[in-house]
């Protein structure tokens, strides 16, 4: 029960590269702004991480679990394991947030699209060959399939068709999308990658909303292959998600042992003591 195939046909013309990094960097600078729309900056120093990554160890520890764990490392190997998972969820999340505003800016390119009400959420008066007046897509752009799953799926949908029949100027046929970034479970689709959810009970959720995954979308809105976006993409995120602790590792190392020194948590042996260290996170 998908809508035709007709309706959304690979684009003819390929966006040019300069036209695809300019909406990477649009997208990466918008991902970084907050809601007042300040470039958010973060000067990261070796001290700073350092600090931050004893907030850590001190807020979120478990008192069985994190005590026995870090007891079986070297001290030096401690800020590697904290600190850079940390900073690497931290990213994962401005990274959902890149995709949302890169559809958008890619999109751009090719219909009237504006941004809706909703972070994440896309609308745009789409062309349709042999088909007029084309369509009114109301998207909601999420990283990954997991994102949206279970409960989650109904409530979605209901949302966009609901912003869809509350439209007073609508003079279209509308389709409701969830576009999926990313791949799911590892694997890239191709043109075909269009589906509606099924529920659990065999029925389906909505006849009037898809599931555009990577395969469709960046095809259709850019003429490109989704390895060549996602390739473009990790050419430019070195400007605006660089890993500092990574960069700092050594030096960061180095200051939290003596951190850890000063706090008298470790033993003769390099490690940490079990004992102090549970008072440490629990005092």
């Not at 918008?30 to 007042?36: F, V």
């Not at 997991?146 to 966009?160: A, E, H, K, M, P």
């Not at 959810?197 to 979308?217: D, H, K, M, V």
Request: glycine share 6%; charged share 25%.
């Amino acid at each position: 029960m998908l809508a035709s195939n007709s309706l959304f046909p690979v684009k003819g013309t390929s966006l040019s590269q300069i036209i695809i990094e300019k909406a990477i960097d649009n997208a990466f600078e918008r991902c970084l702004k907050n809601k007042k729309g300040d470039t958010i900056v973060k000067k990261e120093s070796p001290e700073s991480l350092v600090k931050s990554t004893l907030k850590h160890l001190k807020e979120r520890s478990d008192p069985i679990l994190s005590p026995y764990f870090l007891s079986q490392l070297e001290v030096e190997d401690i800020f590697e394991l904290d600190a850079v998972s940390y900073e690497m969820q931290r990213h994962r999340m401005t990274i959902g947030i890149f995709y949302q505003y890169l559809i958008l800016e890619l999109m751009r390119n090719s219909w009237p699209v504006f941004d809706a009400s909703r972070e994440g959420d896309i609308v745009a008066d789409i062309e349709t060959p042999g088909y007029s007046p084309g369509l009114r897509i109301y998207m909601s752009v999420k990283k990954s399939k997991d994102t949206v799953g279970g409960q989650d799926v109904g409530g979605v949908i209901r949302r966009l068709e609901s912003e869809a029949k509350a439209e007073k100027n609508l003079n279209r046929p509308y389709l409701c999308v969830i576009g999926i970034a990313t791949p799911s479970k590892g694997k890239l689709r191709g043109y075909d990658d269009r589906t509606i959810r099924a529920t659990n009970t065999g029925g389906t959720y909505s006849l009037n909303c898809e599931f555009w995954g990577p395969g469709f979308i960046f095809p259709y809105i850019t003429g490109k292959n989704p390895l060549e976006i996602y390739t473009k993409s990790i050419n430019r995120v070195s400007d605006y998600l660089p890993f500092m602790t990574i960069s700092f590792k050594k030096e960061c190392s180095v200051l939290l042992k003596q951190e850890l020194n000063k706090l008298g948590l470790i033993t003769l042996q390099n490690r940490i003591d079990i004992t102090k260290f549970l008072n440490f996170i629990i005092e």
